[in-house]
Each structure stands twice: as structure tokens, then as C-alpha cells.
């Protein structure tokens, strides 16, 4: 771990919301190949900080970098073409759209995509990125396993693969980091299982991922580290073993005063 | 589009179109060309309100730029259709475009409002600037469209025709490429649309300057096709009709907005014995077709879903 380069740098970013510090002085590093997973009791400033990386909701103050590259201040689609690539907490998929077509938008994002180009004056440029979108889109369909749902329309997708759509969507865009935010929600043990499996084989291709999560269980079985984040605060970072131990940890997602101190 | 269907539709406009040349009934002619200078207009509503899911409200005065900058640059600097015809779709384009740039970061019907109030100041503004456009007074004596020094209603016909070939095809492109999903992502969710990589507000000001400049060249051709234009043909009750015809054809399709277009401006004619009460036949149409049809004939949204969709973003909607 010690030798693998930082690929997200977090710098003692905070983020208020009128009297509300919603994420108060996070610094974090996630190394390129890393699988982390960020947890937290409800209101603990997790999806704040989720899109304080993806450029939704902008910092108060300090510095995310990228590979080595400053994001804060940037638009979330610029952001998004830096390689990071997200999913929902409530699942966001376009629902009127056919299963290809929604994945197609992974890569359409990091196309220069000019308007003449559908009216087939984009030339050789525009056709080889129309081709590198299809080749994508396949690709991600196959690797979640929705190719024969291709040409489906994505609202008719059960709820199961309609989380592997959006992810797909995500992977289509070839990004450097995941972010999946709260992935499991609404699945049942076995899909979780299914869903842990997949993540974890991901990762293991070399696909750096932060997961989002609040419910801990999926978390401890596949992350390497956990960032625990508690009232907008980091309160612990360290393997799942460790973090399970941890006083503070504890405290916070039982809510016992007396063991907070320790 | 599939083969069998491409053959059939040039079939099928062929034929009408030879039919309305046979039957020598300059009525039938006349309406013809409106009906497709409302396929021209319905098609490029229906990119910006279906497919991009921008509700736009003031189209028709959009319309009305591009029939006022045709019959102005012809009648005062005396330039031919040919001329005009290109002029008045980038106008228009222009006049969209600045239109755009202050309202796209407005969300769904926040940004209806303001095309609604936009497209009434550009009527007012025609209405009551006499002194360049002769005001509620119109515009005569446009000249007419000729081809090698032929003029005529069956030159009109066939030049509106082509023009309306050519537009739709250009439509159906951006519609049916990766271009278009783009726009359908932003249409679905705009939010998630740019965490994908989309600018959305770039890509909502080119959609919206592109479908502008297809109202100026409808606007152009009805200019010299009718030969006389005033402020009420391009009024807010237009843009609700242009809507109406993209909810019954369908919003987000491109054939849909063609046969919305035809069916609602050919319905009233044949019922124009009925006097007043074929506008309301016009209505019961909308009405039957959101009761029954609520995806309109061909459409990939339904109406209703479309409305609640942009009532939500603005933070006013019912829930699911």
C-alpha cells in the first residue's frame, strides 16, 4: 500500500451550510487501486462529501486533487471527464430511455460531442468516437451481463439490474475512480452478495473504488479501509477490523455518551 | 428508420403530393403548405420539448422573427427568397441564441414561464414598433418564391416540400444519434446527465438556437408563400398549438411530429363548415389523446409523466 500513489487527495475540505458544518475538516487519500469504503451513521456528512468529490455541491474551504490535479472549483461534468465516475444513492437511471442508450451516455460525456456531428459533418474524428462509444457501451453492458436486455426500455428493468445498469453506465465512461453511493440499498442478502462479488472483481481489474455506504455489513466484507465519518467529522480510518473496534465508532453508531471520550 | 418505412413514407408523399397537383385545387395546395410549415415547426418544438425536455412556450414568436427578418430583408433591401430563406434561419438561430444564454440555467417550468414572457415581448415589440414593421398593419407585397423565373402555387408546394424534407431529415439526425441521447439524459435528468461528462448547459443553448433556427426558415417560407404576415399569426396561442401538435404525434418523435402537425391543421379545415366550433374539436383531440393516447401516437414520454417531471424539478410536483 505504502508504494501505490495517491489518486484522490482530500485536503481539510469543509462544507457549511449556513450554521451547519455538514463536513468539517476531512482529509482523506484514496491510492489508485484502493477499494474504500466511507461509512456513517444518517446526517454524518457522507453524501455531502460525495458531492463535494463529484463538484455538485462546491467547498468552503480546501483542496480535492486528482492524480495530482485540483477539482475543487470545477463543474461536475468537467469533474466527471477528469475520470471520476458515480453512481446514485436513489438510483438515477433514465428511465424513457432504451438500456443501450442510457449506457451510451458514459461515454458520450467524454466525447466533444458537437452538434453538426449527427448531420455527418464531424468527419473521420466523429465516426471513430462514435465507434468508441458503441464499443464502450457494449462492453459494459456484457461486463454487468444486460446485453440481451440491450434494447429493453431501462423502466422495465427489475430494480436488481436496474442498479447494474447505472453502474454500467459509470464503467462505460472508463473512469479512474468509482463512486458508488450506497449500492446495496433495496437489495436483498443474496443480491448484496452478488452485488459484493462484483465490486470486488472490479476492483480487482485495477478500478480504484469508493463506496458510500450506511449500512457497515457490506463494507467490512470487501473494503481493504474503512473512513468512518461521524457529524461532518472523520473519526476513523483504519482496516475493518480496526475500525470495528474503535471506541468512537462505536459510540457513534450506538449512540452510548460514555464511550464516546475514550 | 427502417427501409420499409422510408420507402413508404417517400411513397406516401409522393403520391399526396401528386395527387394535390393533379387535382388542381389551389385550396387544397394552400393548406398543404401550412401543414408542412407546421411539420417544420411542430418538429423543431418537439427536439427542444420532447427529446431535450426543455417545455418551451414561446416558439411561434420565434416563428415570427424569422417571417418578419425574411419579409424585411426582401421587401426593404429588395434580396430574393434564396437569400432571405438561409438569412432568416440564422437570424432567428441569433436571436434564439441570446434568448438562451440568460434562461437555460432556469429548470423546467421556470424556463416555460420565461420563453412565455420572452415570446409575448418579441410580439409586442413587432406589434408596436411601426415605424420598422408597419405594426398590427403586417407586412404586403413579399415576393414570391421562384425557381429559374417560375413562381406559383405548385413552386410554392414544391420548395415548402423540399425545405420541410430537408429540416425534418437534419431533425431526425440529432434525434437519433448519440447527440440525441445526450439530449434525452438531459430531458430524463439533467443532474445525472452532467455527472456522465455532459455540459448540459451548453448543450441546452446549441438545442434551443438549433430548433430557432428551423421556426426562422418556417417563418421565412410562410413569409413568401403568403405573401402578407402580421403580429397575430405568431401569437402565444400559436405556441400552445405547436405543443398541442407534439403531444398528439408524440413527444420526443420526429414521424409523430409530422402527423400531429398534419392532423391538426387539416382537422379544422375540413370542419370549417362547423364555424367556430372546429377550434372546439381541436381541443377535444388534445383531450381524447392525453385520456387515451397519453404517449401521443408515437411518442417515448407520456404527457402526463412529462408534466409531473417538470413540476418535480421545480419543487412543486405531486409525488410518484
Known sequence: MVAMSALLEIEAVTRRFGGLTAVDAVSAEIAQGALVGLIGPNGAGKTTLFNLISGVTPVTSGTIRLAGETITGLEPYQIARRGIGRTFQNLRIFPNMTVFDNVSVGPLGHTRNFWWEPLGLGGARAAAEREQITKSARDALARVGLSAEANELAANLSYGKRKYLEIARALAGRPRLLILDEPAAGLNERETSELARFIRELNGEGLTVLLVEHDMSLVMEICQRVMVLASGRKIADGTPAEVQRDAAVLAAYLGTEDEAHA | ?320
Open chain 2, 1 to 320: 428508420m427502417k427501409p420499409l418505412a422510408l420507402i413508404g413514407t417517400v411513397l406516401a408523399v409522393a403520391a399526396v403530393t401528386a395527387a394535390l397537383l393533379l387535382s388542381g385545387s389551389s385550396y387544397a395546395v394552400q393548406v398543404a403548405i401550412t401543414a408542412l410549415i407546421f411539420v417544420i415547426l411542430t418538429a423543431s418544438l418537439n427536439l427542444v420539448t420532447g427529446t431535450a425536455g426543455l417545455m418551451t412556450l414561446g416558439h411561434a414568436a420565434f416563428y415570427g422573427v424569422g417571417a418578419y427578418a425574411a419579409a424585411l430583408l426582401s421587401t426593404k433591401l429588395g434580396l430574393s427568397f434564396w437569400v432571405t430563406l438561409p438569412l432568416a434561419g440564422l437570424v432567428t438561430a441569433f436571436f434564439g441564441f441570446l434568448v438562451a444564454l440568460p434562461t437555460m440555467r432556469l429548470t423546467s417550468i421556470y424556463f416555460a414561464v420565461a420563453t412565455l414572457a420572452i415570446g409575448e415581448m418579441i410580439v409586442v415589440a413587432i406589434t408596436n414598433w411601426t415605424g420598422f414593421t408597419r405594426g398590427p398593419m403586417g407586412i404586403r407585397g413579399i415576393p414570391s418564391i421562384t425557381v429559374f423565373g417560375h413562381e406559383g402555387l405548385t413552386v410554392n408546394l414544391l420548395v415548402v416540400l423540399a425545405a420541410t424534407l430537408v429540416s425534418v431529415w437534419a431533425i431526425w439526425r440529432l434525434t437519433h444519434s448519440y447527440y440525441g441521447n445526450g439530449l434525452r439524459a438531459l430531458r430524463e435528468d439533467d443532474q445525472c446527465a452532467e455527472a456522465m461528462g455532459l455540459n448540459a448547459v451548453r448543450l441546452k443553448i446549441e438545442v434551443f438556437t438549433i430548433a430557432c433556427f428551423f421556426a426562422g426558415i418556417a417563418g421565412a417560407l410562410f413569409a413568401h408563400t403568403s405573401g402578407y404576415i402580421s403580429p397575430e399569426s405568431f401569437r402565444f396561442g400559436e405556441s400552445i398549438l405547436l405543443l398541442t401538435m407534439a403531444v398528439v404525434g408524440g413527444l420526443g418523435s420526429v414521424p409523430g411530429s409530422a402527423i400531429g402537425a398534419i392532423i391538426l391543421i387539416v382537422l379544422p379545415e375540413l370542419l370549417r363548415g362547423a364555424g367556430n366550433v372546429r377550434m372546439v374539436a381541436v381541443g377535444v383531440v388534445l383531450f381524447l389523446c392525453i385520456l387515451f393516447l397519453p404517449k401521443g401516437l408515437f411518442g417515448e414520454v407520456s404527457a402526463l409523466a412529462f408534466a409531473r417531471n417538470q413540476l418535480r424539478r421545480a419543487g412543486l410536483g405531486w409525488s410518484r
